[in-house]
């Protein structure tokens, strides 16, 4: 079970980073969010979904 929770997980978290990759924000912006998902993995995608930037 938190095999399948961890690669939920990991699988959300690329699919932010992609996405904050392919955005049109700033650059450190972009640096920040890809950081933040990377040290918080659950915390940073949670965030980056509410905060985020919408496009």
Known sequence: ???L???SILVCDVF???KIIKSSAEVGRKYLW???I???PLAGFLLWLIK???D
């Open 16 to 18: 932010a980073i992609v």
């Open 5 to 7: 929770l961890a690669i």
């Open 38 to 40: 990377c040290l918080l």
């Open 34 to 36: 890809v950081f933040l």
């Open 52 to 54: 985020g930037p919408k």
């Open 1 to 3: 079970m938190s095999l």
